[in-house]
């Protein structure tokens, strides 16, 4: 058997496995699509190499290549069970990363089909959206959601794929440009980060923070020295925080300092894509400061809720102005990125999100310190309920500060909900809700 | 450990190849369907990177990415050997360019060709004299883009 002959019967062996994988139970609404997408893609390998030259090595190599490529992408949707991540979460995160990841090529162009699967430990989030370069058959870009398995019900923390919606945001090249145009070229102005020996030399610094100093010792110097790649990485981060503030609002700061904290501690380590996290927090609370919400609580009457806010904020957003050396932007930098992502976002068809007012937020709060899934539904009994419009940011907002703070019992006593209970009062939320969305929709369909 | 250790290869040249060959065989005889449709998106994401200059593999990290210790700890390598194969597409695509629109733009070539393959993706393409110069252009682009990537792979 040639290499040609092989590749051809691998096709067939990718076909049946494919066939096989779809006996299973996976996410609704997506399979039949991945289904047709991936058939066509083989199809089109098989016209491909059916005439080959069996010489062509280069050619070969290809084909092998991109039959791999799909062998692996149906070992991931094997691993896509439609019971082991929260899908009604996915869908609202669908509505904020497709609008952004369409690439425009024609006018009936696909929109780019969601996967989702669960694997690995805390460091597995991640949105995946499949390399377009030099590959032969992509039809519509899969674009796949990673979870953390462990972590499946956890939705307050999977506010963190806002940032990861500047990640699959970048891998367009029209907004790569814009972005780099508008968002990362103010960032980039000026300050310590400015260049490669100007972020060398701060990493260096011997009035770096104590941390940083320590860790610099643990490494030979070459660790210290920032390259240029790694730094155009760290701005890539720096953008994709500010994608996450925006897009997922006060919720997205809580999960990034409590997912990014818990694997390091101490706030300081960087690496070869990411820069310390101190410096990170340090920029979000310019932009928070910039966005006005460090007088949000001040808009609010519910002195209990005010409270609660003034404590969210104190924690994750900072209740004092960051350090000298980790401020490694000006406010000014900060606001002109913030103030050029949002547009880009909106002319995308992204919505971006901020505090929301007391109305919004309030009743949320309330049932779930009632441990009552916090969505817009009508409550009262009423034979025509009216069903409230909620955005799913504020199910997650209401339900970090209920996290951090703390609910009155009836006999007086002040009790913290579960963590994980809390996280699936707001999954069923967010579920709940989204029926009322659609419920709503179809409704002013019908009125129309 | 794997079956195989190799240097990841860059497929670039040959992919890009056959996608102008198979653009070339459609345009003379043009047919609707899957494939043809795929063969045209895949071009018109290649022309895409040549308008913004955006020829880089973007396979970003997970958010929680951390200075491991030890043997991993070394700083990475984002492009890898295989770049230097995407980076030889462009000079093909911009001899191909020259050779066949000359002094028009990025910005208008791209406009125009991806205009002209999403007619052909979706069988509707006009029968002007106009659109079939465009046709006779387009096929020479391709041509010229195909041979410039086989003299680079020799």
């Known amino acids: ?448 | 450990m794997t079956l195989l250790s190799m240097y990841k290869r860059d497929d670039s040249r040959t992919v890009y190849r056959i996608l102008a060959e198979q653009a070339v065989k459609y345009l003379d005889h043009p047919k609707a369907g899957t494939e043809s449709k795929i063969i045209f998106t895949n071009l018109a994401r290649l022309l895409e990177r040549y308008r913004y200059d955006a020829f880089s593999y973007d396979a970003a990290p997970g958010i929680l990415e951390v200075f491991k210790n030890g043997s991993d700890s070394q700083p990475m390598d984002h492009e890898g050997p295989g770049r230097r194969g995407v980076l030889e597409v462009i000079p093909a695509l911009e001899a191909a360019h020259m050779h066949v629109y000359r002094t028009l733009s990025k910005d208008d070539l791209v406009s125009g060709l991806k205009m002209l393959l999403a007619q052909l993706a979706a069988s509707n393409v006009p029968s002007d004299q106009g659109t079939k110069d465009s046709l006779a252009k387009a096929r020479l682009f391709f041509e010229t883009l195909s041979d410039g990537l086989r003299k680079r792979s020799a």
Request: proline share 5%; net charge negative; hydrophobic share 40%.
């Open chain 1, 1 to 448: 058997m040639n290499s040609k002959e092989f590749l051809l019967q691998e096709c067939e062996n990718v076909r049946a496995t494919l066939q096989d994988v779809l006996r299973h139970d996976y996410a609704a609404g997506s399979s039949e699509e991945f289904y047709n997408e991936f058939c066509e893609r083989l199809g089109l390998l098989e016209s491909l190499l059916r005439p080959a030259d069996p010489s062509d090595v280069s050619a070969l190599g290809t084909f092998a290549e991109e039959i791999s490529l799909l062998s692996t992408l149906v070992h991931h949707m094997e691993r896509s069970h439609a019971g082991e991540f929260p899908w009604p979460f996915t869908e609202y995160l669908q509505t904020l990363a497709t609008p952004l990841c369409k690439e425009h090529l024609a006018q009936n162009e696909g929109e780019p089909i969601i996967r989702v699967y669960a694997e690995g430990g805390l460091d597995t989030y991640q949105i995946n959206l499949e390399n377009d370069l030099s590959v032969l058959n992509v039809g519509r870009r899969i674009f796949t959601i990673v979870f953390p398995r462990t972590l499946r019900h956890h939705v307050l923390l999977h506010a963190i794929f806002g940032h990861e919606i500047g990640h699959a945001a970048w891998t367009i090249p029209k907004h790569k440009v814009e972005l780099l145009d508008k968002v990362l070229r103010p960032l980039r102005a000026s300050g310590p980060l400015n260049s490669t020996s100007q972020a060398t030399a701060w990493l260096r610094d011997a009035s770096a923070p104590g941390p940083i100093i320590e860790i610099r010792n643990q490494y030979a110097d070459e660790y210290t020295e920032i390259k240029r790649k790694q730094l155009d990485s760290w701005f890539q981060e720096f953008m994709c925080d500010l994608f996450g503030l925006v897009t997922f609002g006060g919720s997205f700061l809580a999960a990034h300092q409590t997912l990014l904290l818990a694997l390091d501690p101490t706030g300081h380590r960087w690496g070869p894509y990411h820069p310390p996290y101190i410096c990170r927090k340090a920029m979000l609370w310019h932009a928070c400061r910039h966005l006005k919400w460090n007088e949000f609580a001040t808009s609010i009457k519910d002195e209990k809720l005010r409270a609660d806010i003034e404590a969210f904020l104190n924690i994750y957003c900072g209740s004092t102005a960051p350090g000298p050396w980790e401020n490694v932007f000006t406010e000014a930098q900060v606001a002109a990125a913030v103030d050029a992502l949002i547009p880009i976002l909106n002319a995308a068809g992204t919505s971006c999100t901020s505090m929301p007012e007391e109305s919004r937020l309030l009743p949320l709060v309330r049932m779930l310190k009632d441990q009552i899934p916090p969505c817009g539904s009508d409550l009262s009994g009423s034979d025509t309920p009216v069903n409230r419009d909620v955005d799913f940011r504020d199910i997650l907002l209401a339900g970090w500060l209920v996290a951090d703070g703390s609910t009155a019992q009836s006999d007086g006593r002040e009790q913290h909900i579960n963590f994980l209970e809390l996280n699936k009062l707001c999954e069923m939320g967010l579920l709940q809700q989204r029926a009322i969305d659609r419920f709503n929709l179809a409704r002013q369909g019908e009125d129309a």
